[in-house]
């Protein structure tokens, strides 16, 4: 079946330094990926939907220039969290339309910035 | 979007059928039902969609209404390891986003 890998798993990063997270369709090609975050206890919020070679589309109330999404090729976006600070916190999940059906999820990457 | 409504939490005896329902009364007409789960700290996996017909996988099964304004998952022999947050969603088979509403909490106790 479809696999989005996402790296790393978890992160730590001090204060004002920046985070990249990466989501990988493995055995798919995926010209759209999407990016959500989730808070403990609740439920996942869409950020951004990205695009293969083109820019992302951001969620309303979500700021573009902090999390940087790029969709350089058909098997691989980023989310860079710039200048990440402790309310950015959460937990960051990328997912990929698979070739034959709905949604394939990667294994989300749980960000504490400290 | 269509919105649903969930339960927001059910329990289920292990061994038993566990019955999940989703109110999604202003879904359009070509839009899918899907279901997802996500055990603690995961990410969320599939189950199962449909658009109009039930349907049936080697997880579970998926009972839409007529009017297509609601939907039950069904667990046939739930496990302790159902125990997760099941989502119900509506979306375009051919593409588009995911919004995720607040879902169930389906606990399956021994």
């Known amino acids: 079946g479809a696999v989005v890998s996402q790296h790393p798993s978890r992160v730590i990063c001090k204060s004002g330094t920046s985070v990249k997270i990466e989501c990988r369709s493995l055995?798919?090609?995926?010209?759209?990926m999407f990016w959500y975050r989730q808070f403990p206890k609740q439920s996942l919020m869409l950020m951004a939907t990205?695009?293969?070679?083109?820019?992302?589309?951001?969620e309303q109330g979500v700021e573009k220039d902090k999390f940087l999404i790029n969709h350089a090729s058909l098997t691989l976006s980023t989310l860079t969290v710039t200048s990440a600070h402790p309310e950015d916190s959460s937990f960051y999940i990328c997912?990929?339309?698979?070739?034959?059906?709905?949604?394939?999820f990667g294994s989300g990457t749980r960000l504490t910035v400290v | 979007d269509a919105k649903t409504t969930q339960p927001t939490s059910m329990d289920c005896a292990e061994g038993r059928a566990a019955n999940l329902p989703c109110n999604h009364s202003?879904?359009?007409?070509?839009?899918?039902v899907y279901w997802y789960r996500q055990i603690h700290s995961q990410g969320p996996q599939y189950i199962i969609h449909?658009?109009?017909n039930n349907e049936t996988n080697e997880m579970a099964s998926l009972i839409i209404t007529e009017d297509r304004k609601s939907s039950t998952l069904i667990l046939p022999h739930a496990t302790l390891r159902d125990t997760a947050v099941y989502y119900c969603?509506?979306?375009?088979?051919?593409?588009?986003?995911?919004?995720f509403g607040q879902g169930t909490e389906l606990s399956v106790k021994p």
């Open positions: 997912s990929a339309r698979g070739p034959d059906y709905g949604y394939t």
């Open positions: 055995d798919f090609q995926a010209t759209t």
């Open positions: 990205s695009n293969e070679g083109s820019k992302a589309t951001y």
């Open positions: 202003t879904i359009s007409g070509n839009e899918y």
């Open positions: 449909g658009l109009k």
């Open positions: 969603i509506p979306g375009y088979n051919q593409g588009g986003k995911l919004i």
